[in-house]
């Protein structure tokens, strides 16, 4: 790569304890599905249906239906 411009900062090797893993924690914990629900059912946070159906079928690896 030493013909271009394009910086790369060094790659660093993860270090854990033995026995962990290196994911993180859920994204969708039950602490914050329950504050989103009560948020929602206060109007205070507004949810697109098509924005939602897009995101469960990408996650599910499916094509969304037209």
Known sequence: MSDTNRYMPPRR???HA???SLQ???VS???RVEALRK???AGQYQVSPR???T???GA???KLPE
Request: aromatic residues 8%; positive net charge.
């Open 13 to 15: 090797s993860a270090v």
């Open 18 to 20: 033995p026995g962990t």
């Open 24 to 26: 993180a924690a859920p």
């Open 29 to 31: 914990s039950p602490a």
């Open 39 to 41: 948020l929602v059912a």
């Open 51 to 53: 924005w939602l159906a």
């Open 55 to 57: 995101k469960i079928f």
């Open 60 to 62: 599910a690896g499916v």
